[in-house]
């Protein structure tokens, strides 16, 4: 897995996930590669189907509410993690085609949806 040290406080990797090639996962506030880093992106491509089945009804019921239209295209861009926090909880942040400037971000709990909202809420606290 090829990884970086970004500004010694976040490492990023880049992984194959969800027949998505070169996704950005970044470990916020890691400092270093830590073998925590591949354990828990094993963890992640293991369950990712089960987590994101309900994705795009969640996605598109969000966009439906908030822009009162249909959900465009939406491309992931990065996945975080806090390595402190338990194993399942992490967040995806999307470039989304009706809203370029703010985008999208979906918290996890236990693999499991828990929140759909502004870019942000992929890697703030719920």
Avoid at 9 to 14: A, K
Avoid at 39 to 66: F, R
Avoid at 78 to 94: A, Q, V
């Amino acid at each position: 897995m090829k990884y970086e040290i970004v500004d010694d406080i976040d490492v990023e990797c880049y992984v194959s996930i969800g027949g998505m090639e070169n996704v950005t996962v970044v470990f916020l506030e890691a400092e270093s590669y830590q073998k925590e880093c591949e354990v828990w992106v094993d963890k992640l491509k293991n369950h990712w189907d089960e987590a994101t089945k309900d994705l795009h009804t969640k996605v598109s019921d969000y966009v439906k509410n908030l822009y009162k239209e249909d959900i465009g295209k939406y491309e992931l861009l990065d996945i975080y993690i806090h390595l402190e926090d338990k194993m399942g909880t992490f967040g995806l942040m999307y470039r989304l085609e009706n809203d370029t400037e703010h985008g999208l971000g979906v918290k996890f709990e236990d693999f499991k949806i828990k929140k759909v909202g502004p870019a942000d809420t992929a890697f703030l606290d719920l």
